[in-house]
């Protein structure tokens, strides 16, 4: 039984068995979620180690399925909140060209990242463990890891989201919400806190879980090329 408060939240992205006898595959996952749950409580206790005995499988999917989650969800829910706050300030409120001009960058900014990742990154794993559990034909890994590597992904991963919304946060609790309807506001100051620790987790799991796991697999299987004759 998860008790933990952003359980639900993680959840989403998943369809969870009910009470029926479970799979090791589910039960599995059900361990991962309530790590993430954990993690989600308190960010800054975040401990790698906990989700080493979860396949990449499993760390891939949840990466894959946390994108679509921010581009159908979360994303359109901030952007309604938006909105239904900007009606009730008057055309020349300094907070209302902040918020149209932060959500349009920072929409475009993390779709752009996204599909960086879905197009370069997440497809490269699939291809190493791939290739580590059933073998490869050596000239075609070498032609893949020639067009990218992981020190790619490094070298060009630059992953200010979270900055971005900490600092619209401020900005609009600088501001007081109309008298005529403060939810709107109080909604999307949530929004803003909770999106924040999900981007925080999120980023967490591929550059303290994902990548540093990825990258041995990946020097092993160079290492093990580097090793093997070429044929002419």
């Given amino acids: 039984m998860f008790s933990q408060q952003y359980t639900a939240q993680i959840?989403?992205?998943?369809?969870?068995?009910?009470?029926?006898?479970?799979?090791?595959?589910?039960?599995q996952l059900e361990d991962f979620v309530h790590e993430l749950s954990v993690a989600f409580e308190v960010p800054g206790d975040f401990d790698a180690a906990r989700f080493s005995v979860f396949p990449l499988e499993i760390i891939t999917d949840y990466i894959r399925k946390t994108h679509r989650h921010y581009l159908f969800r979360k994303l359109p829910e901030m952007e309604q909140s938006i909105?239904?706050?900007?009606?009730d300030y008057n055309d020349g409120h300094p907070l209302l060209h902040t918020l149209e001009a932060f959500y349009a960058a920072y929409k475009t900014g993390l779709s752009l990242h996204i599909c960086d990742?879905?197009?370069?990154?997440?497809?490269y794993v699939d291809f190493l463990l791939r290739a580590d559990r059933t073998g490869y034909d050596l000239r075609e890994f070498l032609r893949q890891t020639k067009r990218y590597s992981l020190a790619d992904f490094v070298e060009d991963h630059h992953d200010d989201h979270e900055t971005e919304l900490r600092e619209i946060r401020k900005t609009i609790l600088a501001y007081q919400p109309p008298a005529t309807n403060g939810t709107?506001?109080?909604?999307?100051?949530?929004?803003?806190?909770?999106?924040?620790?999900?981007?925080?987790?999120?980023?967490y799991i591929e550059d303290r879980v994902l990548i540093p796991r990825i990258t041995g697999i990946e020097s092993k299987l160079k290492q093990r090329s580097a090793d093997l004759q070429i044929p002419n």
């Fill in 11 to 27: 959840l989403q992205r998943y369809s969870l068995p009910g009470t029926q006898r479970r799979s090791a595959v589910s039960t």
């Fill in 83 to 87: 909105n239904l706050l900007l009606q």
């Fill in 117 to 123: 990742e879905e197009n370069h990154l997440l497809p």
């Fill in 184 to 203: 709107p506001y109080r909604i999307l100051v949530q929004q803003l806190e909770v999106f924040d620790r999900d981007l925080t987790v999120h980023g």
